[in-house]
């Protein structure tokens, strides 16, 4: 059968499910997909407004103000109730705001669709917007703001579509400019609230185990009582056609450069759509793209490089996003478009066409995962491009295009009098420096033992064609020798790229040829490979998957490109200031110990790493003790152990295994403050924590960090809702083997430091005195086993669990157990960790604020 005949095939199986499309009397558009392989829902509303909407308010950010307010309660339910509801019933509530949308989305169990039906149509029609809420609220998007300042990626993409349109509402970004968003008052929320959010705007998307019976009866229910209103019509200015090239240079406090590239395209609908989003993917997505394959792999500019098609209205963007090293942005624009001259030129062959082709069915395919993931493929379709019907007559439309319309667009649309740059730039100075039956409807693994200690798990299911292998094994920082601190980290990503019988971008032709996936992946303890295609492709990913494990070249010259582009990786966390925050309170908090760094590890460690080091590491930790590969997905049992077994026994006996190095307090303790050249400031707390070896208490410390995290914990509810302190706060564990941290987080403004920290050590307290309300660890048990039970629809996630089960010493099918574990827990096994663990004598504090460090 021909790639042609295959994707059509799988183009016509992907249309194949039934979707019902109706209206309510009042114009609230429905659609519902029944899907039962999880006794999971997805209710989600998807109003048809954004920031492209706000009119004469233009600019202020009044559509994204709105979606943090519709969770400050309506008029049968106060400020905090409506994600204790939720998250009582084990459901997971949360929003976002586009340019051109704003959708409201709750994940939770069958079982509870009428509250999430209620709850949901009574946030999204009968918003109160209290005065006080409206206010409070008002000071947590300043911080969200500032944090948007702070952000390099966020702030190059604002610098990018500010000077590429010069009209249109897509040059003001979504959240609003800070001194429009100061001027915003209730009453012009109010208006903008009676004016957008009328049933006949919004669309309701359903997906998950319930009828079309009752899904029809619940929507009307809660749906349909709210009448039709009249909507004002909606109208943008025409973006001018732009005749001369456009550059906009901001220079920070960066350790890396960041750039962007861009020409006007039109939208979805455009005769040249298809072949735009293929010249995009043929560019830039992917390690075998041209300019991943030039820029990264020959002439080594760039530590990364990507392109995309962004056009879901009448204009859009093709843009290409590089990361480079301080001096050498010039050179790496200039290689850009001499590629892009190429581009112009060459007419694609067939089988790179037939790879984007693929890749583009592939991702169709893994929209329909979970039913989260399901609903949003259906609201994009229904409000974004207006049609249920496109995404199969988009790829229909891929699959019919020749290489030659390919060429044509480029010619068309990449020009330079068209062209828009942005970039962000490192100061000069700085440029020399370098209730739920959880997974009822799967089968156990089966584990497959061989001879030198490797084991195969199996579990086969799942509703779409896809196989997922992971191989997973001991590695990371505990593993790194000392002063090669980041060595498994590069390691990883070299067994993804040359081997004796590919190199790198033979590799990546291969994977991204049939639309799979194949990444590395590292932990704190761990470290592997994970490989996903469809179920027919499974003999190329087993074939990528040997070499990768039996016959890795660790070249030199490719080794040198890893490393180096790992080290861009810290250079780009420490831009980031709650990253850069995080990592000095990691080493303070471990000191000597492993964990102090993470998988990236140390720049100076990196610096002196050598090839012959991975190499060394390579025989180290690839062997048979050491490895375990799980398979889920749809497969054939017998013919997996066959392909796979081999490959197993193949991997040599001898491992030495390690320890952990005990590490029961902090290196550092008290109160420590750093500064950074920003607008927010960073509180962070830290405790010693157990390892994952302690199984019981481990299971205590993830209640707690579930009863500290979330829109519904007290913490939030005070730092955030109550008090208007801080943009996010919550909690984060960092595990090791027999130890560990756990720590809080906050950002927040440099004035309200020392009051959130204050927030956080009461909230500590709290859990130290056993205060938590029934209520509380009530709802905290349910979302513990939703959450599993969400997880549970990946066949990835489910892989890694099992292997990190083996790994660990723990029944590789424990996730059966897990709900009963969860109920069988007590608040008291709670208060009896925190008093262990949270104490002051155990206590590191770390406040990062505004200030030249």
Request: aromatic residues 8%.
């Amino acid at each position: 059968m021909s790639d042609q005949s295959t994707n059509a095939d799988l183009i016509d199986a992907l249309a194949q499910e039934t979707v019902h499309r109706y209206q309510l009397p009042n114009g609230l558009t429905v659609i519902h997909k029944e899907d039962r392989a999880a006794a999971l829902i997805s209710v989600q509303t998807w109003v048809k407004t954004g920031s492209m909407h706000e009119g004469t308010m233009l600019g202020a950010g009044l559509s994204h103000y709105l979606e943090h307010l519709l969770f400050k309660g309506t008029e049968k339910r106060g400020p905090l109730d409506i994600s204790r509801e939720i998250n009582s019933c084990g459901g997971y509530v949360n929003a976002y705001t586009t340019f051109d949308r704003t959708v409201y989305y709750i994940d939770g169990p069958s079982s509870a669709a009428e509250t999430l039906f209620d709850v949901l149509s009574d946030m999204s029609l009968n918003s109160a917007l209290p005065e006080a809420e409206i206010l409070r609220e008002r000071d947590v998007i300043l911080r969200e703001i500032d944090m948007g300042l702070d952000d390099p990626d966020r702030r190059l993409f604002h610098t990018f579509a500010h000077s590429a349109f010069r009209e249109h509402p897509y040059r003001h970004p979504v959240i609003g400019h800070r001194s429009l968003f100061e001027g915003v008052t209730p009453t012009h929320l109010r208006d903008y609230y009676q004016g957008r959010y009328a049933p006949n705007n919004i669309v309701l998307i359903v997906v998950g185990a319930l009828g079309e019976t009752e899904c029809r009866e619940l929507a009307d229910k809660y749906f349909g009582q709210a009448p039709m209103r009249q909507l004002a019509p909606a109208w943008f200015p025409d973006e001018p056609a732009q005749l001369a090239p456009r550059s906009d240079r901001a220079v920070g406090d960066f350790n890396i450069v960041r750039g962007f590239i861009g020409y006007k395209v039109p939208g979805l609908s455009a005769e040249d759509a298809p072949a735009l989003d293929v010249l995009a993917r043929l560019l830039g997505h992917g390690a075998s793209s041209w300019l991943w394959q030039s820029l990264r792999e020959r002439q080594r500019l760039v530590h990364s490089i990507g392109a995309g098609c962004w056009n879901p209205g009448d204009h859009g963007l093709l843009w290409i996003s590089f990361v480079c090293d301080p001096g050498k942005r010039e050179a790496v624009e200039d290689a850009i478009r001499s590629e892009l001259e190429q581009a112009q030129k060459r007419i694609p062959r067939p089988d790179e066409v037939a790879k984007v082709v693929r890749q583009s069915l592939v991702a169709e395919v893994n929209a329909r995962k979970t039913v989260s993931g399901q609903a949003s493929r259906l609201g994009s379709a229904e409000v974004v491009a207006g049609d249920l019907g496109f995404p199969r007559q988009h790829l229909l439309r891929l699959a019919q295009l020749t290489p030659e319309s390919v060429q044509s667009a480029a010619v068309r649309y990449l020009i330079k009098t068209a062209e828009t740059v942005a970039s962000l730039d490192p100061k000069p100075a700085e440029i020399t420096a370098p209730s739920i039956n959880t997974g009822a409807a799967l089968p156990d693994f089966e584990v497959v033992p061989f001879a030198n200690g490797a084991k195969l798990l199996l579990q086969p299911g799942g509703s779409v064609p896809k196989t997922h292998l992971r191989y997973v094994a001991s590695g990371g920082p505990l593993w790194d020798p000392v002063g090669q601190r980041g060595a498994t980290g590069v390691l990883a990503t070299l067994l993804t790229r040359d081997t004796a019988n590919r190199s790198q971008s033979e590799v990546a032709a291969a994977i991204e040829s049939i639309g799979g996936s194949f990444e590395e992946q590292v932990g704190n303890n761990t470290f592997g490979l994970a490989m996903e295609t469809l179920t027919g492709d499974f003999p190329l990913a087993a074939e990528l998957l040997a070499d990768a494990l039996l016959r890795p070249a660790l070249l030199l010259k490719t080794f040198e490109i890893e490393r180096d582009a790992q080290i861009a990786g810290i250079h780009e966390d420490e831009d980031e200031v709650l990253e850069w925050s995080r990592r000095r309170l990691r080493q303070k908090f471990f000191g000597k110990h492993p964990y102090a760094a993470d998988y990236l590890g140390s720049e100076d460690d990196l610096n002196h790493l050598t090839v012959d080091h991975i190499r060394d590491l390579a025989k180290r930790l690839i062997a048979g003790p050491n490895a375990l590969l799980a398979v889920t997905g749809q497969f054939e049992r017998n013919a997996i152990v066959d392909t796979l077994g081999p490959i197993l026994e193949a991997l040599p006996a001898d491992f030495a295994p390690l320890n952990c190095p005990a590490h029961d307090a902090p290196s550092l303790i008290g109160t420590h403050d750093e500064q950074r050249d920003r607008e927010q400031a960073i509180v962070l707390v830290a405790y010693p924590d157990c390892g994952v070896h302690q199984r019981d208490e481990y299971l205590a410390g993830e209640a707690l960090d579930e009863l500290f995290s979330g829109m519904s914990s007290q913490l939030f509810q005070r730092v955030r809702e109550e008090k208007g302190m801080a943009y996010f706060v919550g909690s984060q564990r960092i595990l090791g083997l027999d130890c560990g941290m756990f720590s809080f987080y906050a950002g927040t403004s440099p004035a309200q430091a020392d009051e959130v920290e204050a927030e956080i050590l009461a909230e500590v307290e709290r859990a130290r005195s056993g205060k938590f309300t029934v209520g509380e660890w009530s709802a905290c048990k349910t979302r513990l086993i939703v959450r599993r039970e969400q997880s549970q629809q990946s066949p990835g996630s489910r892989a890694m669990h099992a292997c990190l089960n083996v790994l660990y010493d723990l029944p590789v099918n424990s996730w059966r157990e897990y709900p009963d574990r969860v109920r069988a827990m007590n608040l008291d096994e709670l208060t009896a960790f925190a008093n262990k663990r949270f104490t002051e004598t155990k206590r590191l504090i770390q406040k990062t604020l505004p200030g030249k460090g």
